[in-house]
């Protein structure tokens, strides 16, 4: 059963960064596309970025802006959203999604002063 865990949320001050993390399990993460998405009450979830698993390509929404990273550590089954800069407006839920099919439970970040 492959399952996906997301980790690294939690409350941040305007500019501040985190790191969030989503380790794979029963099944391996080259074998896919991985992305985080987000998502606020009221409004769809939205893509923040990827990785294309053929060719590496990364993508990264237009509100990103150069502030986020998105890696992955292929040994460890673990992709990782490094977010610098962070806005009130990136306050969300963020989900990992995996071959556009599987979800996490989704991470809470909260950027408050």
């Known amino acids: 059963q492959l399952q996906l865990v997301e980790s690294g949320g939690g409350l941040v001050q305007p500019g501040g960064s985190l790191r969030l993390s989503c380790v794979v399990s029963?099944?391996?993460?080259?074998?896919?596309?991985i992305g985080w998405f987000r998502q606020t009450p009221g409004v769809e979830r939205e893509g923040v970025s990827c990785?294309?698993?053929?060719?590496?390509?990364?993508y990264y929404g237009s509100f990103v802006k150069g502030r986020f990273t998105i890696s992955k550590d292929s040994a460890k089954n673990t992709v990782h959203l490094q977010m610098n800069g962070l806005k009130p407006e990136d306050t969300a839920v963020y989900y990992c999604?995996?071959?556009?099919?599987?979800w996490g439970q989704g991470t809470q970040v909260t950027v408050s002063s």
């Open positions: 999604n995996l071959g556009d099919y599987w």
């Open positions: 029963g099944g391996t993460l080259d074998d896919y596309d």
């Open positions: 990785i294309n698993r053929v060719d590496g390509y990364t």
